[in-house]
Antibody, heavy 122, light 112 residues
Framework: EVELVESGGGLVQPGGSLRLSCSASGFTFSRHWMSWVRQAPGKGLEWVANIKQDGSDNYSVDFVKGRFTISRDNAKNSLHLQMNSLRAEDTAVYYC???????????????WGQGTLVTVSS | DIVMTQSPLSLPVTPGEPASISCRSSQSLLHNNGHNYLNWYLQKPGQSPQLLIYMGSHRASGVPDRFSGGGSGTDFTLTISRVEAEDVGVYYCMHTLENLPTFGQGTKVEIK
């Protein structure tokens, strides 16, 4: 059974840092693109960043560039999001999401974790 | 960036009746490989989103056949043939045409 478990969320002051982690199990982690998607309280879904299977390439939305860094450790089946210079508007539930496999014809997110809440407030 | 626009944003439904949600993209999601890079998700209250439809019209594993997706290019529709009480929640469309996926604003479906 595919399982994605996020951790590392919490309360942080504006300008502070947090490192989110996602532990993956039940599938061959190294074969899949992985993403982070966030959801501010009472708001919609917002894609944040993704990373290629071997970590050689990644993309992120403009408003986190230079502040957030996505990475992965295929040996430990884990995905990470290093978040620096946090702002109040980064307050959200952050979801770890599985993307397509190597050579897949289709492109979609099929499994989501339960999310971890990040609150940026003084 | 591709902008995704859903309508309506709120949809009261009657159990047993059909319901549909529209999603429009600011540019065509039809790739030259013939596939539409448009997916539909349902977020039930208090839960993580779940995949319903991928690549425009393909039902995800375990999704009831009362859900169907259609459309091509810039106009897409999610249809529920007969709404059930368990279908309440917020429905999102999302494109994956380029490596900067974006979601629609969400359509909240609730029982009348």
């Amino acid at each position: 059974e595919v399982e994605l478990v996020e951790s590392g969320g919490g309360l942080v002051q504006p300008g502070g840092s947090l490192r989110l982690s996602c532990s993956a199990s039940g599938f061959t982690f190294s074969r899949h693109w992985m993403s982070w998607v966030r959801q501010a309280p009472g708001k919609g879904l917002e894609w944040v960043a993704n990373i290629k299977q071997d970590g050689s390439d990644n993309y992120s939305v403009d408003f986190v560039k230079g502040r957030f860094t996505i990475s992965r450790d295929n040996a430990k089946n884990s995905l990470h999001l290093q978040m620096n210079s946090l702002r109040a508007e980064d307050t959200a539930v952050y979801y770890c999401v599985r993307g397509p496999d190597y050579g897949a014809w289709a492109d979609y997110f099929d499994y989501w974790g339960q999310g971890t809440l990040v609150t940026v407030s003084s | 960036d591709i902008v995704m626009t859903q309508s309506p944003l709120s949809l009261p439904v009657t159990p047993g009746e059909p319901a549909s949600i529209s999603c429009r993209s600011s540019q065509s999601l039809l790739h030259n490989n013939g596939h539409n890079y448009l997916n539909w998700y349902l977020q039930k209250p208090g839960q993580s989103p779940q995949l319903l439809i991928y690549m425009g019209s393909h039902r995800a594993s375990g999704v009831p056949d009362r859900f169907s997706g259609g459309g091509s290019g810039t106009d897409f529709t999610l249809t529920i043939s007969r709404v059930e009480a368990e279908d309440v929640g917020v429905y999102y469309c999302m494109h994956t045409l380029e490596n900067l996926p974006t979601f629609g604003q969400g359509t909240k479906v609730e029982i009348k």
